[in-house]
Each structure stands twice: as C-alpha cells, then as structure tokens.
C-alpha cells in the first residue's frame, strides 16, 4: 500500500541551526514526492517538487529511492519558517491523487 | 484576483443537519478536490472530481456529497450521516488529474457540531 510517514509530529530547532524534517514512503513504482508548507494564517501551498530539483526558500530534498526517503533541509533555520510541513506523494498506483503524510510542526526557537 | 474561495471561513451545525461548504475557483482548472484535516492525521481526501459532471469518492466519503455543475465551482454538503463532523475543511484545485503539477488550495472552513 502506498504510504507516506513523517515521523515527528513537532520539531523545535534553534535559528541559524540545520533543520531536516523527515519522510519516509512506501510506494511500488516510481512517485513524485512533494513537500507543502501551511504558514500560520495562510493556505497551504506547495514549497517543492522532487522532479524540480529545486532550492526554495533555501530547503532543498533529495529522493533516496533505496532508502525510500525524501527529507526536506535547510542549513540555517530562521524564524520564518516555523509552520506545518507535509510531504506527499502521487504516482499512477493512487491515481495520480495526492496521498499525505501526518505533518510535522517546526518550530524555530530564537 | 485569481485563486479559490471558501465560504464560509466558520460554519457551525447543529446535530441532525446538513450543511453546503462552497468552493469557488477562477483559475479554469479541471480537477478540484475536498480534504478534511484533523489534528494529527494530515489531510485525508472526500470526493474529488477531474471534470464536470464527474466526481470520485475518496478515503472518507461516507457522511458526504458532493456536485460538479460546473467547471469553477464544487460545493460539499456535509450530512446528517457524518458522526463526527468537527473539522478543518479544504478545497483545491489542479490543471490535471495529476499532482505533478500541484495543487492550489483554499484558505478553509472549519465546522463545528453545536
């Protein structure tokens, strides 16, 4: 069964240290893996797509495909980007329709 | 101003109602999609609808319905049958069925059961 696993529900890092929130997925085949931000007050909103193979907002995430992994990091955490982040994945097994993970709260202490 | 509207942002029920979330979008996309979000479980998908006159149920249907009349809007009616109705809905939108492209959402409706 496609799934996808975000092990901490809160993560709490000071600013200006490195910040990894992990994902793991199950998944038979070849997913897109994304991560989405929801900033407090605002829309959830898509931050990065692995097939982009971009930095936004100086996160960057690299699909391990043997470890079946797609953490999200950024190596000096700043106050704004305490919100909820999610990873998702899509893929022709779920119909090409978003399946989640739980979410991790980061939280950027000053 | 383009992008998808949820009305209304708080809607309060009482038992044995039913209820309409409307979704409104201007972005001429085909595909729009209903998740509920709990505390804890991300977001879990209703109903979603590809095209017109089409839609799919999702994880969680049951308790819910949905219509697609038309391209730009897709109202969910949240019944009597829904036993635990309290929670943060959302609305999206893609240009496709597949995510690939992304998803743009709207800014919510939370339910409450009084």
């Known amino acids: 069964a496609q799934r996808v696993t975000q092990p901490e529900k809160l993560l709490s890092v000071f600013k200006g240290a490195p910040v990894e929130l992990k994902c793991n997925y199950s998944?038979?085949?070849?997913?897109?893996l994304f991560w989405y931000v929801q900033y407090s007050r605002q829309r959830l909103q898509l931050l990065l797509r692995?097939?982009?193979?971009?930095s936004i907002k100086g996160f960057t995430a690299d699909l391990n495909k043997g470890e079946t992994s797609f953490h999200l990091k950024k190596p000096f955490a700043q106050e704004e980007d305490s919100a909820m982040y999610y990873c998702?994945?899509?893929?022709?097994?779920?119909?090409?329709?978003?399946?989640w993970g739980a979410g991790t709260k980061l939280i950027i202490k000053p | 101003d383009g992008g998808i509207t949820q009305s209304p942002k708080y809607l309060f029920r009482k038992e044995g109602q039913n209820v309409t979330l409307s979704c409104e979008q201007n972005?001429?996309?085909?595909?729009m999609y209903w998740y509920r979000q709990d505390p804890g479980q991300g977001l879990r998908l209703i109903y979603y609808?590809?095209?017109?006159?089409?839609?799919q149920k999702g994880d969680i249907a049951e308790g819910y319905s949905v219509s697609r009349e038309k391209k730009e809007s897709f109202p969910l009616t949240v019944t009597s049958a829904q036993k635990n109705p309290t929670a943060f809905y959302l609305c999206?939108?893609?240009?496709?069925?597949?995510?690939?492209?992304?998803?743009?959402f709207g800014s919510g409706t939370r339910l409450t059961v009084v």
């Open positions: 999206a939108s893609s240009t496709s069925r597949d995510a690939a492209y992304g998803y743009t």
């Open positions: 972005l001429n996309h085909d595909a």
């Open positions: 609808s590809q095209i017109v006159n089409d839609f």
């Open positions: 692995h097939i982009s193979r971009e």
């Open positions: 998944y038979s085949g070849s997913p897109e």
């Open positions: 998702a994945l899509s893929g022709r097994w779920s119909n090409y329709q978003l399946i």
